[in-house]
């Protein structure tokens, strides 16, 4: 919490005059109903409405000089463990500084110290958003977000968090008014792309090279999947093109419930020609030669 003398912008032997008059000036210029939508402005608002609530209350002034409250308005400790007393009711920036400040408010904005009194108003909503990679936001992850106010709060990223999802942080939005609630935090996710995974709803797409060897006459290789390397069997025979799934190994929503991963088969040649390869197919070809594209139906476009 600011110092209220450093917020007025007073000295601590300014007169009770002059922090009226520091305070008459600058809640005009602050004002909401003269800034609208302006949450920077708001902000500088309540701060300079409670540093009036203490500054403007002569019995106040005299504990915060004397060390007896904080700058917050709460108690402070015994033995100078003023960092662990507890907020005073309608203290921080909820108050509108007391009946003084009321009857300050009923001048410059004409409005009656009924009105000043019961006006409450919750705190602004604050967006921020955060990136964070393709594994962390399928295996969940905790980030830290600096708040506007200058704190650091840890975040938790649920597992399964999609891009563009938005999480709420209850009461960490602007402090309200006259006694209102704060507003809240909403962080929008930002998801990066990965380099091999891709997702659909639940579930995790991967496409994987296997060699002519492991195509034909099948194979258990390893592949990766967003918790770790895994096992897979690769039938006889198979093409590129065919689609393996591996059950409960995709996003978990919630525990119990997974989506899967779908392994999709490439098969690669040598990057150089194998003079032993060739001279086989070439041999194979002439008793086993099979028309694909007829088969796959481009014959007849």
Known sequence: MKDPYEVLGVKRNASADDIKQAYRRLA????????????????????ISHAYSILGDKEKRAKFDAGEINADGSQRAPFGGGGFGGRAGGGGFGGFGGDAAEDIFADLFGRNRSRARTMRMKGKDVNYSL???????????????????????????????????????????MPGMGGGEAGDAFIEVQVDSHRFFERDGNDIFVDVPVTLAEAV????????????NVALSIPAGSNSGKTLRLR???????????????????????????????DFVTEWSKDYDYDVRKRAGLDDL
């Not at 997974?258 to 040598?270: H, N, T, Y």
């Open 131 to 173: 990136r964070v990679s393709f594994l962390e936001a399928a295996r969940g992850i905790t980030r830290r977000v600096n708040l506007y106010d200058g704190k650091s709060l840890d975040v938790r990223i649920p597992p399964g968090t999609a891009d563009g999802q938005t999480l709420r942080l209850k009461g960490q939005g």
């Open 28 to 47: 005009k210029e602050f004002h909401p109903d003269l800034n609208p939508d302006d949450p920077i402005v708001e902000q500088r608002f309540k701060e």
């Open 248 to 278: 409960g190994k995709g996003i978990q929503a919630r525990p119990g419930v997974a989506g899967d991963q779908f392994v999709k088969l490439s098969v690669v040649l040598p990057d150089k020609p194998d003079q032993a390869l060739v």
């Open 217 to 228: 006459l099948g194979a258990k290789i390893t592949v990766p999947t967003i918790h770790g």
